[in-house]
């Protein structure tokens, strides 16, 4: 959870140093994001199906076929990684100009995206490393990479955003360097780390061995469906940034803004499931199917308080929050709006995570595949077009849509996840 933390702390100071040149700059590099994550996605869904076959591994004590699935991933993600970053390079003007339809800023956006697709191979390699570290237990190695990318990021955005020490000023492509340099040392850091500290898995083979016909077969269901879940669930997300894109780039700063508040809500969520992917997963290894339905129901309460406690934090502390970003006080007083939006959101957001993720630890990887396509691929961009092109609600179309469609999810998951949960007990009577 402090690992997802940092990582939104650190994208909130990278919003923060590049503002300082101006709404037009924050706006450029929002709208990077969505096509950046639809590509990371593959990498997360590699990443979550690594977490589950080695975490299922261990609660059988077999570390053999937990090397055998970590090698076999971490050879697709090399390859694959190296393949779409150059071809996202090379065709970073055609995306970018679909992803985002501000002229003033579109050019700004390509050399962002351009050069964060350079060195894609480096993020890549570390989402799955960190993945199969968090599903052997060994979170605070994983903490540590995260800890080094973001100082290096903030080290040499500060160099280079603005110019210290002698370094030229490369506004927007300054901070795609730093970026870019913050995800290779983050990707060295935990190759050493791995290799140094983690007694259940090993590097050492990876090109080398060989993977059977079982293994690729079942790499191929569980990593297919996460990654058709997340591709589907990012390229909803991208029809709605671009639905934002239509707006002003003033409007859509202070949009940007606010989603760094559900950014932090989702870094508490994405702690929370990274412990029920490991712990349900080592339980259904080692059949302990009533200790797994317990981990679930603990996480879920831990969710419900921390999504209290932070809704509130977000309320009384709003003005302050966009104080930093905005001098204007219309822009402060948009945010402040917004934040009301943000806190119901957040709730929302932290259980649905809990419940997907108690489905895959649990190994029912369809059901999450289903409920994204429906909620995010369809009802979220369709809402989002219906309220913002039809009604002319401008951004509080989009937040309207947000919240409809997140309400759908939370309710979809928990009914699926609940589901998942007493046939897993079924399984302990027989």
């Given at each position: ?44 869904a590699m990443g979550t199906a690594v977490s589950v076959f080695v975490a ?185 940034s671009i639905i934002v894109s239509g707006l002003s780039s003033d409007l ?168 998942c949960m007493q046939r897993t007990l079924n399984l302990e009577l027989t």
């Amino acid at each position: 959870m402090i690992e997802s933390i940092i990582s939104v702390i650190v994208t909130s100071i990278d919003i923060r140093m590049i503002s300082v040149l101006g709404k037009g700059p924050v706006s450029a590099v929002s709208f990077t994001s969505q096509p950046k994550l639809i590509i990371l996605s593959i990498f997360y869904a590699m990443g979550t199906a690594v977490s589950v076959f080695v975490a299922q591994a261990m609660g059988r004590n077999d570390k053999e076929e937990a090397n055998t699935y970590f090698h076999a991933i971490l050879r697709i993600t090399v390859l694959l990684s190296l393949a779409l970053g150059i071809l996202a390079a090379v065709l970073a003007g055609p995306i970018m100009s679909v992803c985002n339809r501000q002229p003033d800023t579109v050019g700004m956006s390509i050399s962002f995206f351009r050069i964060i697709m350079i060195f894609l191979v480096f993020n890549a390699v570390s989402i799955v490393l960190n993945a199969a570290l968090r599903g052997v237990g060994k979170t605070g190695l994983t903490l540590v990479s995260s800890i080094s990318m973001g100082a290096v990021d903030i080290f040499v955005n500060y160099l280079l955003i603005e110019g210290h020490w002698g370094f030229p000023k490369l506004g927007v492509v300054g901070d795609a360097l730093g970026t870019a340099c913050g995800m290779a040392a983050s990707c060295v850091i935990s190759i050493i780390l791995l290799s140094r500290h983690s007694d259940f898995l090993t590097l050492k083979g990876v090109f080398t061995s060989k993977s059977n016909a079982e293994v690729t077969k079942n790499i191929r269901v569980k990593a297919g469906n996460t990654v058709v879940e997340n591709l589907f669930t990012r390229i909803g997300f991208l029809l709605s940034s671009i639905i934002v894109s239509g707006l002003s780039s003033d409007l859509t700063a202070i949009y940007s803004v606010a989603m760094i508040l559900l950014n932090y809500s989702f870094s508490f969520g994405d702690g929370l499931q990274a412990a029920v992917i490991a712990l349900t997963g080592q339980c259904m290894g080692a059949r302990q199917y009533r200790e797994a339905k317990d981990y679930v129901r603990l996480n879920r309460i831990v969710g419900t308080v921390i999504s209290l406690v932070l809704s509130a934090v977000y309320i009384l502390g709003a003005r302050a929050f966009f104080s930093r970003f905005f001098q204007d006080e219309e822009s402060i007083a948009a945010g402040i709006s917004y934040t009301y939006i943000a806190a119901v959101l957040t709730f929302l957001q932290i259980i649905r995570i809990i419940n997907i993720a108690a489905m895959r630890g649990m190994g029912d990887v369809k059901s999450p595949r289903t409920i994204a396509t429906l909620c995010v691929l369809i009802i979220n961009p369709a809402l989002s077009f219906l309220l913002t092109s039809v009604l002319s609600w401008g951004v509080w179309g989009i937040w309207v849509a947000s919240l409809i469609s997140q309400l759908c999810w939370f309710l979809m998951s928990f009914i699926k996840s609940h589901q998942c949960m007493q046939r897993t007990l079924n399984l302990e009577l027989t």
